[in-house]
Structure formats: C-alpha cells, structure tokens
C-alpha cells in the first residue's frame, strides 16, 4: 500500500493528511496556539486531592488543573517520588539513577491520600490532551518514546510488543536490550524494531537516555510548575509512529519544517531521504493533492456511499451513533439478504475509515440494516475487524446484537477532529439577500484599490473561489480582468484559487502568509 503524508503549515496552525492509495485516512490539525501535546512531561505541584474519586487535581500550567488518578501514578512511583525530591533537595549533582534504592511497588488497592498531599511537587506526563471542558488527563509513569522503543525510568523491565509474531525475533530482541540497557531504565520494544540491527536499536536508547538527561537537568532549574520534556513536533511524531517502506512521498510547504522532518528520515531511514520534498506551487498544497475536496465530502453528518447508500453520523455528550441506510438503491437480484449485506460491508470499509479520519473515541454504535443469515452477520463482523486491523488506537468490536447494533470502543487521547463542511454565504452572512453577484468583481476591484493605493501594501495573495478564479482569467492572456488589474495599479499580487472557500468568498494574505483583514484596515485608516 503507498502511502504519502501531505504537512500545511500555515501562521495559525499545522494540518497534516496521510493518505494511502490517494484516500484520506487521517487528518491532524493543530492550533499554533495549543500548549499541550501528549508525551510532554512536567514539573507539576498537586493542587487539591479528592478522596471520594481516588485522584487528585495537579498545576502544569493549563488554565483548568489536571486530572490524576491514583492507578495513573504507576507501580514505581514511590521510586519516582524519591529521585524528584533528591533532584529538588540538590541542584548541583543529579543522582545516579543505577544507584536509586527501588522502594517497592505501590499497592493497587490503596489510597491517593496515603500517597501524595496538596503542595507537593511531582514529575507527570500528558495521557490525554485537554477535551471539552476538561483539563489534561496525567500519568505519572513517565515514558520517553523512539522510533523502535520506549524508555521507561525506573521500571527496569523488557517488553516486547505482542505485534511481533516470531517467537525467535521475540527472544533475540528481548536478550539484546537486556544486555544493552542501563539499570534503573525499563524498556518496550517497538513493533517497528523488528529485524533492526543492533547498532540501530543502541544508538535510539543512547538518544533517548540523552533526553531523560537534558529533562531531569530542567527540574534541577525550575522553580515551580516547569514544562521539562517536550513531545517532538506533531509532524514528526506522526512520521515517527507511521514511517514504513511504503511510504512513497512526504510534501511539506514550510521550509522550516520540510529541514525538521528531512533530518529525522535522514535519522530513521537514510535510504528513504529523498522521498521528502519541499512543495513551492502557487496553489494551496490541500487543493493541489485533492485533500480539500476529501476533507468536504468526509466530514460532516450525512456521508454518502455508493449507488445511493449513505450513513448518519451524529454525536451526543455519551456516544456516537452511526446510522446505515440503503437510500435509493435499487434491491440485488439476489434477494433482499444481499442487497443489505453489500449495503453493510460497504458502510463497514467508510465507518472505519471515518474512526480514524475524525479521530473519533469513546463507545460508537452502528445501526446496520438488519441481516438475518448468521453467516452473512460474521461476515460484516469479520470486515469491519479486518478494516480496523491497522488503526493504531486500542479498540474493541463486539458482535451484532440482536438487533442489528454493533458496539464499538475506541481510545481517546485527543479531543475528535470536527470540521464544519457547511458554508454560511459570506455575502449575506445568511440573512438571504445579497447584492447583485455581477458585482462582485467591482467589490474585489475596490479592495484591491485599497489595498494597494491607501495601505500601500504591493505585494499581496488573493483568493478566490475556482470559479471565480476561471471568470478573472478568462480570455486572451493580456485582456484578462487579473492583467487589467495588474496594469491598472502596478501591483505584485497574485490570484489564485482555493477550494476551502465560498462562491462569492474571499481572503488577502500578504508576503509572509498573514491574513489581511481589510474591515480592520478600513477602520484603522477611516
């Protein structure tokens, strides 16, 4: 299967799409505002304990605390708690963590009360990012992760993933980071260090030991709530997690990043470096990879399938519900059965596929259309467990009940991507009544006037609706509308289309990819 990871960066966030066979998979998107990320470890300060939940409420920052549970502070976090308070105590020597005295596994049966108090100051990690109106979710088993492992402080002990099958690769690599790992340092070996070298594997851990270093010499200089470790850029650690020998292409249109991301492949998989390339068209890199167009028709509440079929995706505070109907179709010649089954296997590829794209968490429940053969119910239990197979979130698929329900549980860790693919007329802002569209042309004309001839502002993107685009371009090249304006105020703009925006919408971004917003402009100067 090719797969390709399309990265837009833009001043006011970061999107990245992976697609596999030219479909849209997955999608991200991050605010360059957003503080956390989960795998950022920090310095926190326990702000309130709550006995009656068994967790306690802890500052890292965020304008809500955080939420720690007493089963999210790990069997080694008695040991945790005696090396972050000798690191407190001392700033000038950082103790040995091969010398650290194991102080015993905490109870799984005890009390939050008995094992940490309001003011004190502990090392936490981001499990889930902020949802809603919640706070982060924090684990104080703190975890630093690699390409192919996973260094855990303290644990001292060696798993390997259950993805690997072979049991010899299972021993070869169990015996390798056992005779290579420090002690006080457990580690979990990765699905993707299967067959890979030792050098490779011992120049990760060396890395990875570094980091725990640089973070632990951070508390040394803290002085309160301190963000001490930072989980690696959403682009990287999404290439980190995925990156296989079926990745064909990785496009990036920010130079910064494209460098980031170069020197990491370069890192994981020299021979595969060229395969990032840095994207210079003029065109928005979504639009030109058909990623807009997908985005459009993916999100929303009705999705539509083939010949007619189509689902229902609705979300309520508990759950979501996905409903499937046959709409229009027309019955198979095989009888009824048949008809609902192709109808069902269908929904079963795009609800999977629609889990992962909108990162969507918690319990789902499907509505089939009601299959009564017991063979053609496994059959649908058996595609949707084959289409979820590589979804890399924990999940669990029941059968069919009864009536026709399929319950589904997925992780959440982040809060699911919803899009609004609905578009309110920007001319009339939905009042519906607008100005005559033939003057459209005259209003882009006039803000241009202003742009250029008042802001003195020469160097400009427009865009436009593609419509719109071909109307300005239409004719001889020299007689366009797009040429006229040019000639007409000596401007370095450029026009172009974007398929994110409304008919008659439209949005200036100057020479460094800021959005111009000329209803400020016109009062700052007015």
Request: hydrophobic fraction near 40%; charge should be positive.
């Amino acid at each position: 299967m090719n797969s390709e990871l399309v990265v837009d960066v833009r001043t006011s966030g970061i999107s990245i799409a992976l697609l596999e066979e030219k479909r849209l998979v997955e999608l991200n998107e991050e605010a360059s505002t957003e503080q956390f990320s989960v795998g950022n470890i920090y310095l926190g300060r326990v702000k309130k304990i709550m006995p009656g939940l068994n967790a306690a409420f802890v500052d890292v920052g965020y304008d809500k605390d955080a939420f720690l549970h007493y089963l999210d502070l790990g069997l080694d976090f008695r040991t945790l708690q005696q090396f972050t308070v000798q690191l407190l105590s001392d700033r000038k020597r950082v103790p040995s963590m091969a010398k650290i005295k194991p102080l015993g596994e905490l109870d799984k049966h005890g009390s939050i009360t008995e094992t940490i108090a309001s003011g004190q100051e502990i090392l936490v990690q981001i499990a889930k990012e902020p949802i809603s109106t919640k706070g982060p979710r924090l684990t104080a088993e703190v975890s630093i992760a690699g390409r192919y492992l996973i260094l855990m402080p303290f644990s001292d002990k060696v798993s390997v993933s259950s993805k690997i099958k072979s049991n010899a690769e299972r021993s070869r690599l169990r015996q390798l980071i056992q005779s290579i790992k420090p002690k006080g340092f457990g580690v979990i070996v990765r699905t993707s260090s299967e067959d890979r070298k030792v050098a490779e594997l011992d120049a990760e851990l060396k890395a990875l030991l570094k980091r725990w270093e640089d973070s632990i010499a951070k508390v040394q200089k803290s002085k309160g709530v301190t963000l001490i470790h930072e989980e690696m850029g959403r682009a990287v650690g999404m290439i980190r997690d995925l990156f296989t020998v079926d990745f064909t292409n990785i496009y990036v249109n920010d130079t910064e990043v494209f460098n980031e991301i170069k020197q990491y492949v370069e890192l994981i998989a020299p021979e595969q470096k060229d395969i990032v390339k840095l994207y210079k068209d003029e065109l928005p890199i979504f639009d030109n990879f058909g990623i807009t167009r997908q985005i459009k028709s993916s999100f929303g509440k009705t999705i539509s399938l083939k010949r007619g079929s189509y689902l229902i995706i609705e979300r309520t505070e508990a759950l979501y519900s996905i409903d499937v109907n046959s709409g229009n179709r027309v019955i198979s010649t095989n009888g009824q059965e048949d008809s609902a089954l192709e109808v069902n296997l269908a929904a079963a590829d795009e609800i999977a596929r629609q889990l992962r794209l909108r990162d969507m968490g918690g319990i789902i429940v499907v509505d089939f259309i009601d299959l009564h053969k017991a063979e053609s119910r496994t059959a649908l239990v058996k595609r949707m467990r084959e289409n979820m197979a590589d979804d890399r979130a924990r999940h669990n698929i029941l059968p069919l009940s009864k009536f026709g329900i399929m319950q589904i549980t997925r992780q959440r860790v982040r809060p699911a991507t919803e899009i609004s693919v609905e578009e309110t007329c920007p001319a009339c802002l939905g009042k519906g009544k607008i100005r005559p569209s033939i003057l459209f042309t005259d209003q882009l004309e006039s803000k241009i006037d202003l742009l250029v001839n008042r802001l003195k502002v020469k160097k400009f993107v427009l865009y436009v609706h593609p419509y719109v685009d071909a109307y300005l371009s239409k004719g001889w090249f020299f007689a366009t509308i797009k040429k006229q304006w040019k000639r007409k105020y000596g401007h370095n703009g450029k026009i172009l289309p974007s398929e994110k925006l409304g008919f008659l919408q439209y949005k200036f971004y100057d020479q460094l990819g800021t959005e111009i917003d000329l209803m400020e402009e016109v009062e700052k100067i007015s």
